[in-house]
C-alpha cells in the first residue's frame, strides 16, 4: 500500500501508478477525504516498497500482505486441521503433536563421561532429545568456548560422543550450528541443527543449514520482532526445507536498574506465532531466566501457553559446570519440572476434548 | 560501593573516604590490582551515589544494599514462612494466599445495565472482584474517555453503581484512580484502588492514595525496570501502607515489523519478583495481549508461573464496547479460563505437597 | 483502513462496510489479489479502530491519518512558510525562530543565594531563560524532593525567589509541574510551564496546564514512541493552546552491560519532529547524558541536528547540588557550550543563505 | 565483586573466599552493615562469574575492572597523549586524527559504469574512502542480495571494480564481509574490511577478519548495549589487529507508534565511547535515518559530536537504485552535508585551540 502526502498531486500520483504497473502488479487508487492511498493487486513480494517510499508525493509505503507466505498459517490451510497438524519429526519423535518434547542436556559438553552421565539423567527424568553445545557463541573472549573451539579433531570427537550418547540413551540429538562451516560436519552426526539467537540474522548460515534438510531449532534474536523472526524463518522454507521449530529464548528487558531475569520470556509469542504460522513453537527457559531458581516456573508457564516443547540445561553438578553454570538445572529438578510440566499438559487438553 | 579509576591518586581515595563519613558511614577500602574499591558499612539509602559519582578518581558509584527494604523478602523474614504467608485482604477475601484471585469486569463502565450484567456473568464465571473504568487513560485525545470525564456528578453515579453491583453479586470492588484528585471520591465507594501502569511513576498520588490505608494495585510500567517498579512501591510502603498487590501488565515490545501482541508480558516477573518481595503478583492479560484471542493462553502461563490472581476485562458483546473491545472476552470465556487456570493451579500445587 | 483476512467473506466485508457508514465515513473496498482492503474516506479519527479490529474477518485496522492534526505540519501551511514560521514567545523571546534559545539553571533550587548565583552565571554564560526546579520527581522515596515537598508556603517562596531572579537578571523563567494541583499556583509565578518525561501521558495535568494559556516545554516520555508523543502533544493543542516547546531527553538504552549514558539521546528526532510539525523542538542534554564530561559534546549535536535551543542543568559547585549534582556543568562550561553551539549554529545557517 | 545475602553464613562466606583463591586471586572481605562482599583482588578476567553467582549464599557476582581492557583508554595510556592520538591507517589516509574522515558510495554495486559515476561523483563532493555493497544482508529472502549472491566469479568481479575505481580516483575502499568465507577473497581487493551490525557478534568473523591485518569498520550492533559492543571489538584486538574504527550505526527505537526514523542514532555513544576506548568512532547516519531527508542534520549533529568521520551511502539517482534507495543521497547532496561538517568541525576545534 502506497499513503500519499495530503498534498500530492495528480502527476505524483499517477506516475506511481504507473511505477507499479512496471512490477506487474495493479494499482487501485482511492481518493480520502484527506489524502489518497493507493493499494496494490498482486504480488506484493515483487515490490521494493523502500523505493516507492522515495517517490516524489509519498508519504509511506509498506506491504500489506504477509512477508512470510510459505510459513504462513492464512496462506497454508491443509496445516490448519486439528486431525492432521504440522509436525516435524526427528527419528520417532513429532515435534508440533499431541505431546509436548522435552529437549535437554548440558549447556557445552565438556568430556565423554560429563554427557553420558547427563544424558542418562536426563532421560531418566523424561526428556526426548539430548542437547549438548559444541561451539558456543560467548560475549567474552577469554571464556570457555567449547571443545569445538580447540580444532576439528576436537571438534569430531565431542560429536562422536554426542552421537553415542543419543544411541546408548534412545534419544535424538541437536547441536547449535554458529557458522555456515560448521554445517556438513555437524549435520553427520546429529539429527537436528540448531541456529542460535545471535545467528538469527546470518542468512547465508540459514540458507547452509536448511539444504542439509534435517530438522532446524531456530531460536529469536532477542532483538527481532515476531514478523522479523518469522521473515527470517522464511529464507529455511523457500530452500525447500520446512522442517522448522521455532523457538523463543527472550528478549532484551526494558528500563533502568536490575531486571532479576537475564532477558525477558516473551511467553505470549507462543500462541501469537501459533496464530500466524503452523510450524511449531518451542520455549527455552534456561537462556531466558538465566538463573536456575526461575527455571521451574518459566517452563510450567511455556508449556502453560501451549509451547510444543522445552529446551533445558541440565548437569549433575551446575556449579562446576564451565559455561553457564549459574542456569542449569539438575536431573532431578528436570523430573520435577517435566512432571509439572505433564500435569498443566493435561489441564490445558481437558478443555480441547 | 565507589569504584575509583585505575590511575585514582591517594589524596582522591582519602576524600572519598572522608566525605563517606559525613553520611555517618564507615567506608572499607580494598586495593585491587587494578584499582581501588571504596565498600560503604551502614544504611547505603543515606548516600547520595549522583553525588559520589561526581568526586576526583571515582570511576562508578553504586548502591549495593536493596533500594526497597520495608517490601523486601530480605529484610522481612517474618513473611517467608509457608505457615503465615503474607496476604492483602479485601473483605474477606485473601489476595497473595493459597487461591489464586480472578479480578474482572469491563474496561470502561458505560451504563448501570450494562455493568450489572456483566458483573453477574463475571460472578457466575468464577471472578471474586468487579472492576470497572470510570476514570481512563487514552492515548487519543478524541477517545472515550470514561463516565468520570463527563464532570463529578457522572463520576460518583458511576461509583454508586460499582459499589452497588460489588453488593448485589457480592464482591469487592476496584476502579482506577488517575490522579491525586480524584483519590478522595473514589475510596468512599471502592475497596481496592488500582493505579495504572501510566501512573506508576507519580509520587504524588502514589502518596495520596497509600494515605487511604486501601489495598492498592499497582501496575508496572511497560518501560520499567523490575527494580524500578519494586523502588516506586516503597514510596507506597514508606507511608504505612504495605496492602499492594503488584501486577505486571506488560513492556514494550522489541524490533522492527509487528510484534502481534500489545505488549509483551513479562511472565519471568512474576517468580522474579516473588524472590524479591513478599508482596502478592497479578497479572494483567488483557492489557498485555491487547486482543482477545490471546487471553486464554496467556491467562493460564500467568497462573503457571505463580500469578496470585489475575486481572480481566469482559463485556458480554465485546463488539459493542465503548473501550478496548479487542481486547475483552465474554463471561463464558471468562468461565472457560478461569476453570483452566484452576486446574493448573492444582497441578502445581501438587508439586507443593 | 481494515485489512481483511485471506478468507473473509462477502458478507463479512459487506458487514465492516456498513459498520464504517455508521461513523459516517464512506469505504472504499479494494480486491487485492490475496485479500481484501477497506479504504476509510472521512475524518478517521472518528473511527475506534480497536472496535473494527474485532470484527469477524479483520486481519488489521488502522489509522492512515495523522492523530495529531492539529500540531501537523502538513494540516497547517500557514506555518510551513520560511518567511513567517511559527514561534513561541516567552516575554520578548521568540522560541523557534532564527536563533537556538539556551534556558539554564539549577536541577533544584535550594535556597535564594544559590538560585541568585547560578542565574548571575548562566546569564553572563549567555543563557536566555532561568530554570529551576521546585517540585522534583525522584526515583527514591528517601531523596530531596525539592523544596515544593515541604509545603505550600516554601513552595510559594521558592516560586517567589524564581521570578525574582528572573526579574533581576532579566531572563523569562520555567519550572515543572508534576501534578494538576499544581499548575495554578506555579503558573502566577512563572512564565513557561514545564511538564516532565514521566508526566507526558497524564492527560489531566496536559488539559489543566494548557488551560493557564502559557507556553508549555513538553518532554518526551522515555519510553514513547515519536507518534505517541505528537498524538499526547495534541491533548495540548485541543484546549487551544498552541504554545508548545517540544522537548526531546532521552529515551530508554537497549541491550546488556553499562551504556554510560543515563538515556539515549534520539538526536533524529529532531529533524524527524520537524518534518512533522510546526512545533519548536528543544534538546535536554543534560539528562541524556546523566554525566557532566558529555554535556559539550551532546549540545554540540543538537544544535547542529537543528534543535531550536537547549535545556541545561548549571550549579556553581556541581559536587554539592542536592540533586543530579553528576549531570550539572558550572556557569563557564556553559559559557564555552553556548559559545560552540552558536558557531555551529552560523555553520549550519550559512548553508540556508 | 561478590555480595552475599543478608543472611549468608560465614562457612558460605569461607567457601567463596576458597573458590576465588582457586583461580589464582586474593579475597578482599568487607562486612557491611547489613551484608557482607567480597572484593576480588587480581585479574578479573579469569574469573567465571556465572559460576560464582550459583554458590551458595550469594546475591550478586559481577566484574568490577573493565572486559575491553586491550582497548581501554584507561589501561593504554600511551594513546591518551593530545600529540599522538591513536590513528587507523588506510593507505595515506589518518582515521582518527584531526580530521574527520569521508566514506561514501552506493549500497550496493549493480554495474561498473553505476559504481565508476558514483566514484567520481563522491570524490569529487569531499570523500576520502570509496564504499560499494557486493554481499548484501537482507531482511527479505525475495530482495536483491548484492552481486557477490550470484556467485564466486561475479563476487571477483564486482571486487576488481571497486578496486579499480579506487585506484581511479585516489581513494582506499571497503567493503562489508558477511560471513568468514568471504574474507580471504575480499581481503585481497580492498582496503578495509566492514563488519555489519548484524554481525557484531559473529565471533568466528571477527577473528577471522583480524587475522588479515586489514583494519577493521566494526559496526555496533542495533540491540547492543556500548560495554557490550566494546567487549567484542575486544575479540578483533585480542588476535593482535588493533586497527579498529568502531561505528555507530542506530539502536533499536523504543514505544508504540511509528518513529520516524529507521533506528535511533546513539549521538551520545560517540563521547561515552571516546572517554572509554583510544579507538576511532565514525557514525553512519543512513541507516540510522533510512530516510535521506535526514541525512544532512544527522550527519552535522555526528560531527559536532566528535566522529571522526562518517559513512554514507550515495547514488546519483536513489530512486533507481535496487537497495535502500529510500536512504541515499546524491553526490551534490553530499558535498552539501561534508561542506557543512568541516564547517562544524572547525567550530569545535576553535574550542581545543
Avoid at 152 to 159: G, H, N, V
Avoid at 239 to 253: H, M, Q, V
Wanted: glycine residues 8%; proline residues 5%.
Amino acid at each position: 500500500m502506497i499513503i500519499m502526502n495530503a498534498d500530492a498531486t495528480s502527476e505524483q500520483i499517477t506516475d506511481v501508478v504507473k511505477e507499479i504497473r512496471k512490477y506487474g502488479l495493479r494499482a487501485d487508487v482511492s481518493r480520502g477525504a484527506y489524502r489518497t492511498v493507493i493499494g496494490l493487486v498482486g504480488d506484493e513480494t515483487r515490490i521494493p516498497f523502500d523505493h516507492f517510499a522515495t517517490l516524489p508525493g509519498v508519504k509511506e509505503a509498506m506491504m500489506v500482505d504477509t512477508p512470510y507466505k510459505l510459513i504462513s498459517r492464512e496462506y497454508n490451510k491443509q496445516y490448519n486441521t486439528e486431525e492432521q497438524p504440522f509436525v516435524v519429526k526427528a527419528g520417532n519423535l513429532k515435534i508440533g503433536g499431541d505431546e509436548p518434547v522435552y529437549i535437554a542436556g548440558p549447556c557445552a559438553i565438556e568430556s565423554k563421561e560429563q554427557l553420558f552421565r547427563i544424558a542418562e539423567g536426563v532421560k531418566k527424568a523424561g526428556a526426548h532429545i539430548l542437547r549438548g553445545g559444541i561451539f558456543k557463541p560467548r560475549t567474552s573472549v577469554h571464556s570457555f568456548q567449547g571443545l569445538g573451539a580447540r580444532g576439528p579433531e576436537e571438534a569430531k570427537e565431542a560429536l562422536s560422543w554426542l552421537r553415542d550418547a543419543g544411541n546408548r540413551f534412545e534419544m535424538p540429538v541437536i547441536t547449535e550450528v554458529r557458522g555456515e562451516n560448521q554445517v556438513d560436519l555437524v549435520s553427520e552426526y546429529v539429527d537436528i541443527l540448531q541456529i542460535g539467537a545471535r545467528n538469527m540474522y546470518d542468512q547465508d548460515l540459514l540458507v547452509k543449514a536448511a539444504n542439509t534438510n534435517k530438522p532446524i531449532l531456530y531460536k529469536r534474536h532477542f532483538g527481532a520482532g515476531i514478523e522479523e523472526f518469522l521473515s527470517f524463518a522464511e529464507y529455511i522454507a523457500a530452500e525447500g526445507n520446512k522442517n522448522i521449530i521455532l523457538c523463543e529464548r527472550g528478549i532484551l528487558p526494558v528500563g533502568k536498574g536490575r531486571s532479576y531475569t537475564r532477558y525477558v520470556l516473551d511467553v505470549g509469542a507462543v500462541p501469537a506465532i501459533q496464530k500466524e504460522t503452523y510450524l511449531p513453537v518451542m520455549i527455552d527457559p534456561s537462556h531466558a531466566a538465566g538463573r536456575r531458581d526461575l527455571i521451574f516456573s518459566m517452563s510450567c508457564a511455556a508449556v502453560a501457553a501451549g509451547a510444543c516443547g522445552l529446551l533445558i540445561e541440565v548437569h549433575y553438578n551446575p556449579s562446576e559446570a564451565l559455561v553457564d553454570g549459574s542456569q542449569m538445572i539438575t536431573p532431578d529438578e528436570l523430573k520435577d519440572t517435566v512432571d509439572a510440566c505433564q500435569r498443566i499438559h493435561q489441564a490445558i487438553k481437558f478443555r480441547k476434548n
